[in-house]
């Protein structure tokens, strides 16, 4: 089966502002349809709601940066975040632990055990794959050779 065009939009739309909120009303002006019909097909299709694609994609985008000394509070703000603690619950969330100790674990601070290094290795791993996905998902558009006209004139 192919990738559905609008969605194909919508996660462009996304990915396009991904720094700034956008609401489901915001999408359902900008593309024409029924939020709860946007709501219903993006997560068919991609198998997460909108506000979770989000979500992971200001987290997993975020990850890097963790690496430099800039504070916690300028990466929430910088990748969509309106507070900190939104940030770090999210974080937390899709990752396992808060900021703070991925940041040691960025450091390869010995202070982390075994156990969270393997939690945070496969909350990482799980984004990528999910984000592999998505990407996979986008490829997935026909051929223009495998389009079939129908047309009631000769």
Do not use: W
Request: net charge positive; hydrophobic share 40%; aromatic share 16%.
């Amino acid at each position: 089966m192919f990738s559905n065009p609008l969605v194909l939009n919508i996660l462009d739309y996304l990915d396009l502002n991904l720094f700034r909120k956008v609401t489901i009303n915001e999408l359902s002006n900008t593309f024409h349809f029924n939020k709860d019909y946007l709501m219903r097909l993006f997560k068919k299709e991609i198998g997460t709601t909108i506000i979770d694609y989000m979500n992971y994609k200001r987290i997993f985008s975020s990850l890097d940066i963790l690496r430099d000394s800039v504070s916690i509070l300028n990466v929430s703000l910088c990748y969509g975040f309106y507070s900190q603690e939104y940030y770090s619950e999210m974080f937390h969330k899709l990752i396992g632990v808060s900021p703070t100790i991925y940041r040691l674990y960025l450091n390869y601070d010995p202070s982390i055990d075994e156990d969270t290094y393997y939690l945070i290795q496969k909350n990482v791993i799980f984004l990528e794959l999910f984000f592999k996905k998505v990407e996979a998902y986008r490829r997935n558009i026909p051929s223009k050779d495998s389009v079939i006209k129908l047309s009631i004139f000769k």
